[in-house]
């Protein structure tokens, strides 16, 4: 199992940056693929971001593809999502979550959530 604690979100204009952090425990982080969702109020959880457990491979939605980056750290327990170029739209919790088989995009094969934190980008 992998306890997920996120951590790095606030307030930002648009066109700032943010980078959010997720710091995992347990046993199985490096072998797991990390995703990084997202939901606004008023909507359904999205994908944001994936990687493979190896950090070789990684996917983006559409909507983030240029501006955000995820990265990890697999000897610190820890992934990243750099955002760069906010826009207002981009305002939701933010959620990291963890898949000990395979990896993608699909949010039902995330196992273990973290509690997420609020990004909100002022226009």
């Known amino acids: 199992q992998v306890q997920l604690v996120e951590s790095g979100g606030g307030l930002v204009q648009a066109g700032g940056s943010l980078r959010l952090s997720c710091a995992a425990s347990?046993?199985?982080?490096?072998?797991?693929?990390m995703g990084w969702f997202r939901q606004a109020p008023g909507k359904e959880r999205d994908f944001v971001a994936a990687?493979?457990?190896?950090?070789?491979?990684?996917s983006y939605a559409d909507s983030v593809k240029g501006r955000f980056t995820i990265s990890r750290d697999n000897a610190k327990k820890t992934v990243y999502l750099q955002m760069t170029s906010l826009k207002p739209e981009d305002t939701a919790v933010y959620y990291c979550?963890?898949?000990?088989?395979?990896?993608?995009?699909?949010?039902?094969?995330?196992?273990?959530w973290g509690q997420g934190t609020q990004v909100s980008v002022s226009s």
């Open positions: 979550a963890a898949r000990t088989t395979g990896w993608g995009t699909a949010i039902e094969q995330y196992t273990n």
């Open positions: 990687i493979s457990w190896s950090g070789l491979s990684t």
């Open positions: 347990g046993r199985t982080f490096s072998s797991s693929a």
